[in-house]
């Protein structure tokens, strides 16, 4: 089985798999890594968001051999301690219900801000519309967003 | 002689709910901490429902399971405000399965709040009291001159102050007390304040392990086919080319049950990951015997809903005075009907089973957990104190993980490995073979008389019931008439309601606010429709016959719930009054109202949205108002995230969400066919909380079954009335 050198969360490993895996699944099943969350597998939902280069990408449309020499960053990679704005923004705002979504939906809007500190209402809906949240925290992300933009700009 | 309503609610009798049997102060073999039972001085655990250790580390254990709705951090406040320390401070854990009764991790029906409220306060009770009797011993005064303060025991005549922490081993050997006094309402620092998701930056920085994510030592991964009509066989499976796959260990066979659970015959692929398995299971070529119900489709069901919707109904539900013999001088009549619906939580269904000989040990998400292993145990041959629960958070549930359809096929496939294996659904198999909330069609009749008053008001209701399922084609369980039996809040001088279920070949189960939201849709559309027909008011005309009306029992037995219309008609004019019912509106601005009671939870809940009508049949939802009374609030943040989350749960079903089927298949395979809310589509939203200091209902479906009626009432007062719900079906857009 081939093998393939990728950097996540600023850490190197290298992982024994197949090409064509999708890098949702190294990280939950290879490197424990299970803060990126599996919710439909087909590009769906963004459960499975987390930022490759500093862009927002579904985990589970990258195959392993497209992620070498790319920085992979995830939800346990944004912060440890949950100091990065967008994670302070969603505890002041308190988005979660049931959490599932929750890092994939933080890792869309980081990877908006990394982009883009001052985004229009406009922008905002086009970045998070990908990513489903079936307890319904749209508000809520959307304050917590708004919360993280006047962190960042202060 | 009727049942209460309570009891149809299968899973609440499955569960203990309702049955108040939930005493404190056990705790099963194996936990130290009973009076007279041997301790180290480590700890002091007077229940099962907390734990104070030396350092002062205060543990909150949850009975019930938590799935968003946010049982974990309610039921832990009520506990810590009788305890009297500060919620900051406090660990929150899972009540480990098998430390309390049968019965009391049963979640589901909005009963947490509700039927724990009373225990758990007793619970905190229990351990502050005898804190300060350990204390009062210490200091040899009596225990009135103690106080308990912000985890601490206060000495009333020195002012001196012992952490909990040193209490701990003086008050472990005290006898447990049996009565504790408990806390004046008005003295609550807890209760009624909003706190934050408990473990709220686990969640945050990704650590929170849900059920999938949990990893077991030398676990192995699953998915699975099934076969694609209930009740089939497998004939053949080919798996040569699926064994090919470099990390495939082994694929397995396994027939389908019936009642209660319904698994489907399967073959599932075992491999050294998620991945592996997924690309070998594409790779099976089995052959299926599908069975004598492999071409049912849901139009010809509606069409069978339509023409028995003439008929007799076959359950009498509820009568009332003579329909048959009103002539009234105008008859209004109107069908509405509603779609299978799939629950579609984000995280999809998965288990972990591990088989050790006559050992049974498992890892999941459930809301009925004892069902699960009494029915694994019985079905597999296991003695029950040999199969060990591990319950773990779950990404969603709104009744889907009632069912463990998904635990009883991980225990399938475990079988036939030496090693742990996780079981994962895909997406697509989330959708295509969940137990869908029922399709259900409505036919509602009202005879008018000279004054434009209602004489006679009949419903008739029509659907696949879940309980022919659950506990198969035989039940007498089968109406599914919440609201709409002796609960139904209108009051007419003659009224008859009735029920007919038909048989069809899918798999159904509860979902959110079950069918309280399948009958308060056509109800609360259908007095619109009689309002503006009668030429009143909608607000008026609702008002005028919930006001007045005096509380009232549904059931015989003593625990049986008052129905109250007038708390039902508070949180209506509530929302009138925060929408500006009456007032001058926008041009192309048009209000629907909605209101109802959640007849088993004592909460009451009212929709008011506003509309824009932007185009024919194109609209833009402007304003919602939400409201509720469910008594005393626990934790007023988490009651907005569910009335908000409510309104997008609602608002899914309302507009797009809808399962059809074809030759017994579901014809949707995921959220590009079964589509959810978005980011974009959510509309602005008030919530308003009634002050109340009756008893704490529950919140967790309450906020959803208005969002429908009073949608399409807002249409209505546009012009149009849909009676088809997802409105998408009747060419309505929205931005």
Request: proline share 5%.
């Amino acid at each position: 089985m081939p093998q393939f050198a990728i950097e996540v969360n600023k850490k190197n490993y290298t992982v024994e798999a197949d090409a064509d895996m999708p890098l949702l699944w190294v990280l939950r099943d290879l490197l424990n890594l299970t803060g990126t969350k599996y919710g439909c597998g087909v590009a769906s939902c963004g459960a499975c968001t987390v930022m490759l280069d500093g862009e927002a990408a579904f985990a589970c449309q990258r195959p392993i051999s497209k992620c070498v020499g790319k920085k992979i960053t995830t939800i346990e990679g944004l912060s440890e301690d949950g100091s990065h704005p967008v994670q302070k923004a969603w505890q002041k705002a308190s988005v979660p219900q049931c959490g599932y979504c929750q890092p994939g939906q933080m890792m869309a809007a980081a990877a908006l801000l990394e982009k883009n500190k001052k985004p229009s209402e406009e922008e905002i809906k086009e970045a998070m519309n990908e990513n489903l949240c079936r307890c319904g925290t749209y508000h809520r992300i959307q304050e917590a967003i708004h919360y993280a933009i006047d962190e960042i700009n202060q | 002689m009727k049942k209460a309503i309570i009891d149809r609610r299968q899973f609440i009798k499955l569960g203990s709910f309702a049955s108040g049997g939930l005493a404190i102060g056990f705790l099963l073999p194996g936990l130290p901490a009973l009076a007279g039972a041997p301790f180290d001085c480590e700890f002091f655990q007077p229940n099962a429902y907390l734990k104070i250790d030396k350092k002062g580390k205060v543990t909150i254990f949850v009975a019930k399971q938590e799935s968003g709705q946010g049982v974990d951090t309610a039921l832990p406040m009520i506990v810590a405000e009788e305890l009297e320390v500060d919620f900051k401070n406090v660990t929150v854990a899972i009540a480990p399965y098998g430390t309390l009764t049968e019965g009391a991790h049963d979640t589901g029906g909005s009963q947490s709040v509700m039927t724990l409220y009373s225990t758990l306060r007793q619970a905190g009770a229990i351990a502050k009291t005898m804190l300060i009797s350990a204390a009062a011993a210490i200091w040899k005064i009596k225990e009135s001159a103690c106080a308990a303060d912000n985890g601490e025991v206060v000495n009333t005549i020195t002012m001196q102050r012992i952490k909990y922490g040193a209490l701990v081993c003086q008050a472990a050997q005290l006898p447990v007390p049996k009565e504790v006094a408990l806390k004046n309402p008005k003295d609550f620092k807890i209760i009624g304040k909003s706190e934050k998701r408990a473990n709220l930056k686990d969640i945050l920085t990704g650590k929170t392990k849900y059920g999938i994510d949990t990893k077991v030592e030398g676990m192995v991964y699953a998915v699975a086919e099934r076969c694609p009509v209930l009740g089939g066989k497998l004939i053949s499976v080919d798996d040569r080319a699926a064994m090919k796959i470099p990390g495939v260990l082994k694929v397995v066979k396994y027939e389908g049950t019936g009642a209660p659970m319904h698994v489907r015959a399967g073959v599932a692929v075992i491999a050294i990951n998620t991945w592996t398995a997924i690309k070998a299971r594409k790779l099976l070529k089995i052959v299926w015997e599908e069975g004598l119900h492999n071409n049912e489709n849901t139009e010809t069901l509606f069409a069978q809903f339509k023409e028995k919707a003439a008929l007799a109904p076959q359950y009498e539900t509820y009568s009332k005075g003579k329909v048959e013999s009103i002539k009234g001088k105008k008859e209004i009549t109107a069908s509405y009907a509603a779609p299978f619906l799939a629950h579609a939580t984000i995280e999809p269904m998965n288990f972990i089973a591990a088989i050790n000989g006559d050992q049974c040990e498992l890892w999941g998400g459930l809301q009925l957990p004892d069902w699960a292993v009494n029915t694994i145990a019985a079905d597999f041959g296991f003695k029950k104190e040999n199969i060990k629960m591990n319950l773990t958070l779950m990404g969603g549930a709104f009744g889907r993980r009632l069912h463990f359809d998904f635990a009883i096929e991980a225990v399938k496939i475990a079988k036939q490995i030496d090693k742990p294996v996780q079981l994962v659904w895909e997406r697509a198999d989330d959708t295509k073979f969940s137990p869908y909330r029922p399709a259900n069609y409505h036919f509602l009749k009202a005879s008018i008389d000279e004054q434009g008053n209602v004489q006679a008001w009949q419903h008739h209701v029509l659907g696949t019931p879940v309980a022919t399922m659950t506990e198969g084609p035989n039940t007498k369980n089968a109406p599914e008439m919440s609201g709409l039996d002796k609960s139904f809040c209108y009051d007419f001088p003659n009224i008859k309601t009735g029920y007919t279920g038909l048989a069809f070949n899918i798999n159904r189960g509860w979902l959110r606010a079950v069918d309280i939201c399948a009958n308060t849709f056509p109800v609360e559309c259908f007095i619109d429709e009689i309002a503006i027909s009668t030429k009143k008011d909608p607000l008026a005309y609702r008002l005028s016959l919930l006001e007045n009306r005096p509380d009232f029992k549904t059931g015989d037995d003593p625990g049986a719930i008052l129905q109250s219309p007038s708390r039902i008609a508070g949180v209506l004019k509530l929302a009138a009054d925060k929408i500006g019912w009456g007032a001058t509106r926008s041009p192309q601005h048009f209000i629907g109202l909605a209101t109802h009671s959640f007849v088993f939870a004592k909460a009451y809940a009212a929709h008011a949205i506003e509309i824009e009508l932007l185009a024919p049949k194109k609209f833009r939802i402007t304003r919602v108002v939400a409201t509720i009374d469910c008594g005393q609030v626990i934790n007023p943040d988490g009651l907005l995230n569910q009335m908000q989350g409510a309104l997008a749960f609602g608002l899914s079903q309302t507009l797009m969400g809808e399962i059809t089927v074809m030759d017994s298949r579901v014809e949707q395979e995921g959220f590009y066919g079964y589509e959810i809310l978005r980011f974009k589509e959510m509309p602005p939203v008030e919530v308003y909380i009634v002050e109340s200091k009756e008893e704490p209902g529950g919140v967790g479906e309450v906020g959803l079954p208005t969002v429908s009626p009073a949608l399409c009432n807002a249409l209505a007062a546009a012009g149009y009335r849909p009676r088809i719900l997802p409105i998408r079906k009747d060419g309505f857009t929205w931005v």
